[in-house]
Nanobody, 125 residues
Framework: QVQLVQSGGGSVQSGGSLRLSCVAS????????MGWFRQAPGKEREGVAA???????KYADSVKGRFTITRDNAKNTLYLQMNSLEPDDTAMYYC???????????????????WGQGTQVTVSS
């Protein structure tokens, strides 16, 4: 069993920065796929960034160049550094994990078995 506990988020003006953290515990190792998703009201949950099973990093086109996903295996913690935030980034953000994910499936939320509790990010113009 894996537990994911998120922190970070909040409210910021357009152009600002925030960092999200996700601490993992339980039967998880460095080979697990971990990622970040977000869901805005009335919209589907979408993949934002992920570190795949093979170590490659993927980003949604909408956040490339602005968001950075990193992982500290010693601390079992996943991070999402979000810079140049825009109002369209406003959403509930979730971290997710599973034993494996691949370049063709990482953005599908159904591929992930474990989820954090979610944290709100609000960007005002």
């Amino acid at each position: 069993q894996v537990q994911l506990v998120q922190s970070g988020g909040g409210s910021v003006q357009s152009g600002g920065s925030l960092r999200l953290s996700c601490v993992a515990s339980g039967t998880l190792d460095s080979r697990y796929c971990m990622g970040w998703f977000r869901q805005a009201p009335g919209k589907e949950r979408e993949g934002v960034a992920a570190i795949l099973t093979d170590g490659r990093i993927k980003y949604a086109d909408s956040v490339k160049g602005r968001f950075t996903i990193t992982r500290d295996n010693a601390k079992n913690t996943l991070y999402l550094q979000m810079n140049s935030l825009e109002p369209d980034d406003t959403a509930m953000y979730y971290c997710a994990a599973d034993t494996s994910c691949y370049s063709w499936s990482w953005q599908n939320p159904h591929e992930y078995s474990y989820w954090g509790q979610g944290t709100q990010v609000t960007v005002s113009s």
